[in-house]
């Protein structure tokens, strides 16, 4: 009868690590899904601003003939 109430206990104590664990392990998920949701948004902010500049400086360009992708950019 011992035998089965200490195996009870190390099962019970077996689940309580692992619903530890799982915890654990959605915390980092969560995490990184946050992370990947910051990433994401900085890149479509770039990519915004890129195309933005695009037209600018295809607005602005001294050579209206020619594409500005063939104006060399100087910063």
């Known amino acids: ?3 089965n109430h200490e195996m009870a206990r190390n099962l019970e104590q077996l689940l ?3 619903i530890r664990m799982v ?3 959605n915390k980092n998920v969560d995490s990184l899904q946050r992370r990947v949701s910051q990433l994401e ?3 479509k902010e770039q990519q915004h601003e890129m195309k933005e500049r695009d037209n600018l400086i295809r607005m602005y360009s ?3 003939h ?3 992708q ?3 950019l100087r910063f």
């Open 70 to 72: 063939n104006i060399p």
């Open 16 to 18: 309580e690590s692992l």
């Open 23 to 25: 915890g654990n392990a």
């Open 62 to 64: 001294t050579h209206p």
């Open 1 to 3: 009868m011992g035998d």
């Open 66 to 68: 020619e594409s500005s």
């Open 41 to 43: 948004w900085v890149l």
